[in-house]
């Protein structure tokens, strides 16, 4: 489930950075067809909200549990690192948080890659010679940058936006954790 919800963002990701690819070569001054593309672009950009709010909807309660579920795991890995047990616990554990560092990761990165992406529709937008075409050119270029502006991104259930904030306040909280045990332990 996880590789299948990291390839359907990054896919979105990349189209976004598609349409902002297209809206930076459009040159209003000398390009006859500059609306008829521009419009082309808007609606594609529609249409790649419309997947990424579909995303939102779908995976936003499992993106919440699963930030937790990890946390969750990954204590109860320092934990078995920390108190002494069974060396073969230990080298079974290790790999496992380890992979659980990298799966969070993946989730955050493609998370805050698709809050990038978005928001590049609007620097593009801007960065055309919006300027020097007519009335109706400019006008949807200006709904184009501001529509662009917030960007889209995942959250757990409104609770969190998922991107690399949460990877490092994941890293923060299992800092925490292993500060308590060891204070713990120690006395």
Known sequence: MDAFFCSLVCVTSMEFDVLAQ??????????ENAE????EIIDGYNELTGIANELEDIFSPLL????????????????ILFVPMNIYLIIKVIPFIGLMFIHIFCICFYGEQ?????????????????YGKNLKFRKMILLTMLRAQNPQKLT????????????????????????????????
């Open 64 to 79: 919440l549990a699963h930030v937790f579920g990890v946390i969750f795991m990954l204590c109860a890995g320092v934990f």
């Open 114 to 130: 698709l809050q990038i992406s978005s928001m590049r529709v609007a620097d593009e937008a801007y960065n055309c010679n919006w």
């Open 36 to 39: 008829k593309k521009l419009q």
């Open 156 to 187: 757990g259930k409104n609770f969190m936006d998922i991107g690399m904030p949460v990877f490092y306040w994941c890293l923060q909280t299992i800092h925490s954790y292993y500060s308590l045990l060891s204070g713990l332990y120690e006395a």
């Open 22 to 31: 297209k809206l930076g070569q459009i040159d209003p001054e000398t390009d």
